[in-house]
Nanobody
Framework: QVQLVESGGGSVQAGGSLTLSCAST????????MAWFRQPPGKEREGIAY????????YYHDSVKGRFTISQDNARNTVYLQMNSLKPEDTAMYFC???????????????????WGQGTQVTVSS
């Protein structure tokens, strides 16, 4: 079992920055990859950033590439999402998720992730 707790959400004006954190506890040694997903109001959950915990390889959705950065602090069992140049369309509930299993790359689909945080709201105003 893994428990995930996100923090760092809030309201910001367009062009601003926020950093989200996701702290993991429990059986973290079995985690192969971590991901950030977001779910805008009335829309499906989408993956935006992924990190392969073994070597720190990162992957991004095109919509956030160049603006968002996912990183990990293994000593703190924490994954971060640095979000710069925020846009109103980035407004969503943001979730972190942990994957435990066999995969050469972090899975893209939400259904592949068993462990989820409770989410943190990010609101970007124009």
């Amino acid at each position: 079992q893994v428990q995930l707790v996100e923090s760092g959400g809030g309201s910001v004006q367009a062009g601003g920055s926020l950093t989200l954190s996701c702290a993991s506890t429990g059986n973290t040694a079995s985690t192969v990859s971590m991901a950030w997903f977001r779910q805008p109001p009335g829309k499906e959950r989408e993956g935006i950033a992924y990190i392969y915990t073994a070597d720190g390889s990162t992957y991004y959705h095109d919509s956030v590439k160049g603006r968002f950065t996912i990183s990990q602090d293994n000593a703190r069992n924490t994954v971060y999402l640095q979000m710069n140049s925020l846009k109103p369309e980035d407004t969503a509930m943001y979730f972190c998720a942990a994957f435990q299993g066999f995969a050469a790359r972090p899975p893209r689909l939400p259904s592949s992730y068993k462990y989820w945080g409770q989410g943190t709201q990010v609101t970007v105003s124009s």
